[in-house]
């Protein structure tokens, strides 16, 4: 009898998401959960984006624009880059999936690191790629470990900057050095889900810029995050207008739906809600590391809207415990770190639970 599917797809583990609201409701019996499990934006999504998709209602019985045309426009003026440079998607994992999709084939080696964006290894495994996965060195990539992995075989490699679940990230002499250092023909994707939190000064804030120089960088954003439009799914790839072409014939005609279109758009304009969300994020790391230091667990410092904490202890018991408080937070034991929770930053009155629910754990 001939295989239902191959070893690859047969040992792939799905991606395991941040525990829903309702459903942790269902399961526990208690009302009043709050979510600080998968990085979204407590703030909410910008009014104008809520008021975009509601004028929008009332053209859902027609197909998208496949070609997501004024959103290109604008995101092109945003970025200063041309709009055949834009490869848009449901949600950024959709870009990541259409980038091993479209350049790696079975048996090409693909290179990331331990601990890092779990989207990234579920599609290199389905499309059966040899994947290398490099160490960490101080719960950040290990830029010279991966270059080291490099073989004639390697056909991407992938660094998400600031890192998640660490919250870390490479600076700007560290990735430059980096990206001088390896063949131009590997496929480099650079994952910038938080971008738009990042404070330090040493960051690579200008990545866009690479492409002209090394035209086989993807550089990958979402509105899943700072601009809170998780629930509509739409992220997208900047790169050389080349790569984009070749990803736009994977993609499918219709990823990105009309709600997703006209909501992005109306985000990308309200740069107020994007400084609020800053603020709040930066008010609310302050207060969280404070408190978690103070408790005695070692904080990892984050650049990202979530804390990763290192309990010292096996974290179940007091994951357990503080769900039943009707906090959900993510545990690390599917990263190989069984002592470690991932907080998001929420409004400072989640950010109080969270710390109260602990406490009474302890
Ligand atoms: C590093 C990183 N990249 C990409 C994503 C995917 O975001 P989305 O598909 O919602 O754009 C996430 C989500 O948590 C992430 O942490």
Redesign the pocket.
Known sequence: MKRLVSENIETLRPYTPGKPIEETERELGITNIIKLA??ENSLGPSKKALKAIKNALKNLHLYPDANCYYLKEKLAEFHNIHPDQLIL????????DLSVRTFCSPGDEVITSEM??I?FYISAQAQNCVQKIVKMKNYTFDLDAIKAEITDRTKMIYI?N????TGTYNTKKEIDRFIKSIPEDIVLGI?E??YEYVTARDYPFDMIGYIKERPNTIV?R????IYGL?GV???YGITDAKLANYMNRVRQPFNISTLAQVAAMAALDDKAHVRKSRKMNREGMEYLTKELTTLGFTVIPSQ?NFLLIDLHKDATELYEKVLRLGVIVRPMKGFNMPTGIRVTVGTMEENKRFIDALKQSL
């Not at 449901?90 to 990541?96: K, L, V």
């Not at 600031?162 to 679940?165: A, D, E, I, L």
């Open positions: 998968s990085n998607g449901n949600g950024s994992n959709d870009i990541i890092s964006f989207m998400a600031p890192n998640n679940p994952d889900a938080y990958m979402t509105f899943s995050k998780a799914r739409i992220g990202a």
